[in-house]
């Protein structure tokens, strides 16, 4: 099978053919036909996050068709269409585990980071990390799902109630969360970085309130704020932006050291948090909530062969929506 293959960070790609991966009992073989370009892809090719298997084939936002399953797989069947996340594997042992809180495992496992992912024709997955696929969403749609829907959908979860939120970086997770929101009737600020009228624009035609430069405060105080952006400047800055009691939220695995801030301004109850990873119910809660708005995501296209090019355009912020590798 053809693959994208990463030898070590700060290198390119390197296009291979490699044998295809046989399951094991709690596995399934999925035929690849698509899979998305993520930041935390970015990250791990960059040396950003450190300690990935290598050699490794990134991506962990795959679309695809069962081909063959293990002799313990009892959740799908050959010829099934299901999606592949980030989270693949956890010990079901560990205190995190055992509370419910299987994102935070001890000995957990991340598609395209310490298992290989996406970017090939064929992949293996545990079966019980894979997720049915509407049938509503074609391959090209459905993949960014798999990531920027389902990571960023436990991140505006973190929002409770809140029905003023910002959104500071204005890409793939967001783009597709602002559905969500104004389909439940909250008000979307968005915030990009300065000067970048083309995802001013975007964010405006997708419903947003408000739009404008990340340096800015937006007009009226905010309930609650994400930051998808990797960029720690921001943390101050949405701190700043969010009313007496409001919650600002880190969404990115990796961002930028935080510079320090006076207290004053996380001072009145504002509360400053995290995301880590997913869990299985976070993407249940997701899957089945996206056909109900429904959620369409705008999607770049690229061969899986320009795997680097999507990669370059992605940290060049030439993106608007989401990249997919189309795999033939």
Not at 125 to 136: E, I, Y
Not at 206 to 216: I, Q
Request: aromatic share 8%; glycine share 10%; charged share 20%.
């Amino acid at each position: 099978m053809r693959a994208m293959v990463l030898d070590a960070p700060h290198q390119p790609l390197r296009l291979a053919e490699l044998p295809i991966p046989q399951p094991n009992a709690e596995q399934v073989l999925i035929r690849v036909h698509t899979c998305a370009v993520c930041r935390t892809d970015l990250h791990i090719v960059d040396g950003e996050l450190t300690h990935p298997k290598l050699p490794l084939i990134p991506g962990h936002q795959i679309v695809g068709t069962i081909e063959a399953i293990g002799a313990k797989v009892d959740k799908f069947y050959v010829g099934q269409r299901v999606g592949v996340p980030w989270l693949g594997h956890t010990c079901d042992r560990c205190r995190y585990c055992r509370s419910g809180r299987e994102n935070l495992c001890d000995f957990a496992e991340f598609t395209g980071y310490n298992l290989d992912g996406g970017y090939a024709e064929y992949t293996v997955a545990d079966h019980r990390f894979c997720f049915a696929l509407d049938s509503t969403f074609p391959d090209l749609q459905a993949a960014p799902l798999l990531c920027g829907g389902l990571i960023g959908y436990r991140a505006y979860s973190m929002t409770g109630d809140a029905e003023k939120i910002g959104f500071y970086g204005f890409g793939s997770s967001a783009h597709i969360l602002i559905q969500l929101a104004r389909y439940q009737g909250r008000q979307i600020f968005a915030f990009t970085r300065s000067g970048d009228i083309t995802g001013q624009e975007f964010a405006l035609q997708l419903g947003a309130t408000w739009a404008g430069d990340s340096d800015t405060l937006p007009p009226e105080p905010l309930d609650a704020a994400i930051i998808f952006a990797p960029v720690g400047k921001l943390v101050p800055a949405a701190l700043r932006a969010v009313a007496k009691g409001g919650i600002v939220v880190c969404a990115g695995i990796h961002m930028s050291d935080i510079p320090s801030f006076p207290y004053e301004i996380l001072w009145e109850e504002r509360m400053l948090r995290s995301v880590a990873n997913l869990t299985r119910k976070d993407g249940e809660e997701f899957l089945a909530l996206a056909p109900k708005v429904p959620i369409q995501t705008e999607v770049n296209a690229f061969p899986l062969t320009q795997a680097n090019e999507a990669l370059n355009a992605l940290r060049n912020g030439e993106i608007e929506g989401s990249a997919v590798l189309v795999v033939d």
